[in-house]
T-cell receptor, first 109, second 113 residues
């Protein structure tokens, strides 16, 4: 059973606009969450993380929001750039990491 | 230039043959991991190692074996017992096991025919 879910397999956004990628999890014991970015035929690269004691973490154009009561996190990218086009995985950690299925983001110039 | 290397990038094997995928890291990380990615699925954990000479099964360990004789190396053997071995395999490491960012290698695409 998938413990981390990304229900949108793909997302298209105009350059300069905001991209919002969503992730839901089922296990309330998860206490650390991460987002990874992946280009085709490459390994994922770490993007940003958030601990369960916070509800927001920001790094440049990337902000992750955590809603523990809803078991939901989201990644905001603003402004979106064509180089952001990639697959984005969320991951949640309890005693091991569980990854979502990924959302393919396309930023249209 | 620290990082994780996986070789080869593409690997082809005949059904019934064992094959070993290489993973090396020079990040001085204690923990290492092997994941498998299939189309439309997230990364699934095959095996992990918290420290040298130790390794544990992940969610989908059947048909796979690993060793951790050196801190920097964590090879994965895909045996003939693995029913569906064709996949993209990713190796990762982290400074310690648990709530730490994992750094991934470039992956190996294994095709078994």
């Amino acid at each position: 059973d998938q413990q981390v879910k990304q229900n949108s397999p793909s997302l298209s956004v105009q350059e300069g606009r905001i991209s919002i990628l969503n992730c839901d999890y089922t296990n309330s014991m998860f206490d650390y969450f991460l987002w990874y970015k992946k280009y085709p035929a490459e390994g994922p690269t770490f993007l940003i993380s958030i601990s369960s004691i916070k509800d927001k973490n920001e790094d440049g154009r990337f902000t992750v929001f955590l809603n523990k009561s809803a078991k939901h996190l989201s990644l905001h990218i603003v402004p979106s750039q064509p180089g952001d086009s990639a697959v984005y995985f969320c991951a949640a950690s309890g005693n091991q990491f569980y990854f979502g299925t990924g959302t393919s983001l396309t930023v249209i110039p | 230039d620290g990082g994780i290397t996986q070789s080869p990038k593409y690997l082809f094997r005949k059904e019934g043959q064992n094959v070993t995928l290489s993973c090396e890291q020079n990040l001085n990380h204690d923990a290492m991991y092997w994941y498998r990615q299939d189309p439309g699925q997230g990364l699934r954990l095959i095996y992990y190692s918290q420290i040298v000479n130790d390794f544990q099964k992940g969610d989908i360990a059947e048909g796979y074996s690993v060793s951790r004789e050196k801190k920097e190396s964590f090879p994965l053997t895909v045996t003939s017992a693995q029913k569906n071995p064709t996949a993209f395999y990713l190796c990762a490491s982290s400074i310690d096991y648990g709530r730490y960012e994992q750094y991934f290698g470039p992956g190996t695409r294994l095709t078994v025919t």
